[in-house]
């Protein structure tokens, strides 16, 4: 385990052509680790999450997607996801989409090494376009559908706070995070806060993952924003709205992109370019500061 | 859609909500029924969203089904898997309450795409938990703006199942809110007209329909809101800006 810059974590483990899966559902989401990789130019990427979110939606604006992974392309209490959208109806990416609980198997079996995962749900036009087997249960009458093994090469994820030896601490909306996280052998992390060595032993209902399972740690304060940090900062509603409407233009998305990603060092460079009123209005309604 | 027929299917889905049913809820206007029901004849609902979270009581509407406020006033928040898997496939939610783009005569509905699935006209988000909660609620309520498109005599994609092989699945969808009126689904999974909304005819909606709908025999008119429900609405709709 180190502790490394987000730019040195993507530098060191990611690489052109990988498949990589940033967790979070709604909560949690790590952006800072998104806008790296955009800034790295990365190439060729499978991008997997159960919900896509604005996070790969930029990315995939970006240009370093080839394929994704889903069960929901939408943005979540809005609309839908423009930038997926066009690609997907252009044919620019290729899709593999599940249902979350089919999704949630193949992080499942990923995470436990088995190879496949169990489930009961009824036939539709996705399973019976993509094929979904189906197995006899050697101890009854019911016949089970099976999902493969989602086994991502790196799974980012953004949490509360770690310690100095890489133990993760997270609360709230844990989603599919620690499925994703356990389901890959690299594992980058960003924190909103790293604290000394032991000072968080007294906290194991919220460990999310023990040190030993974790490839690098990052300080990075706003690091999920605009998705949100239980108690730290809320969801950025707002920005979900903005990117709605912005996002139908390509040329409005790319300018977006090159203002606050592209052309910006790292994340603090980032968080200078929103209004302090919004961001502490953020924190206030989280009970946070 | 004009926000008086938002309304109005609001509380026609809030009215199908019984008090200490486990609700699981979709983003959008079922969110808003829900959420209404829950003000109204139905305080002891419980809510529950696919992101895991169990019997929230937001105090605003919210925006999505991840938001903070809906985790900060929850009894918990499971990790999906745990949700999905032991909560949704066991048969331990009452109703699944979903929206989408499209359902058709055998209530199947389409919330991934237009057209072909190769070559979409419109890539809409794919299910989410939609197919999942379609399989395992005890029953399923589906709440769609009533329009000719939406409502083809087949999806273009079935992505939520509905009724299957001439018969009535007692997990399926039992009723259809529109911003016309009421539909249900008879013993072969067939859906029917059984009741408008007042200053509405059966005319009206057969002709916003593009399959050969059934009439009930006894085609009711469903009640205006009452002063509580308005209330409780604006309340809710104020709050949500």
Known sequence: MDIVSVREAVRRHVQDGQSLYLAGFTHLIPFSFGHEIIRQELRHLTLCRATPDLVYDQMIAAGVADRVVFSYAGNPGVGLLHCF????????????????????????????????????AMDNDLTRQRGRPMLDSPFGPERVAVVEPLRPDVTMVHAHCADEDGNVYSWGLLGDVREAALAADKVLVSVEEILPSGTLRERRDHLLLPGFRVTTISLEPWGAHPSYVQGRYDRDQLFYLEWDRLSR?????????????????????YIQLWDPERLLALRRSAGHG | MDESRRRDMAIVGARLLRDGERVLVGVGLPNLAANLAKRLQAPQLILIYESGVIDARPPRLPLSIGDPDLVRTSLCALPMMDLFSQYLQTGWIDVGFLGGAQVDRHGNLNSTVIGSYAEPEVRLAGSGGAADIASFSRRTLIVMPHERQRFPAEVDFITSPGHQDGRRRPGGPSHVITDLG????????????????????????????????????????????TGEELRAYQELAVRAG
């Open chain 2, 182 to 225: 009421l539909l249900d689904f008879d013993q072969r999974g067939e859906m029917r007209l059984i009741a408008t909304h007042r200053g509405v005819t059966a005319e009206e909606v057969l002709d916003r329909t593009g399959f050969a709908l059934q009439v009930s025999s006894e085609l009711g008119e469903i009640p205006e809101p």
């Open chain 1, 249 to 269: 233009d390509p040329l409005e998305a790319a300018a977006w992109l090159e203002r606050f990603v592209i052309a910006v060092p790292d994340r603090d460079a």
């Open chain 1, 85 to 120: 959208r066009r690609a997907a109806e252009q044919g620019l990416v290729e899709i593999d989409e599940y249902s979350h609980f089919e999704l949630l198997g193949r992080l499942q079996a990923g995470a436990a090494g088995l190879p496949f995962w169990p489930l009961l």
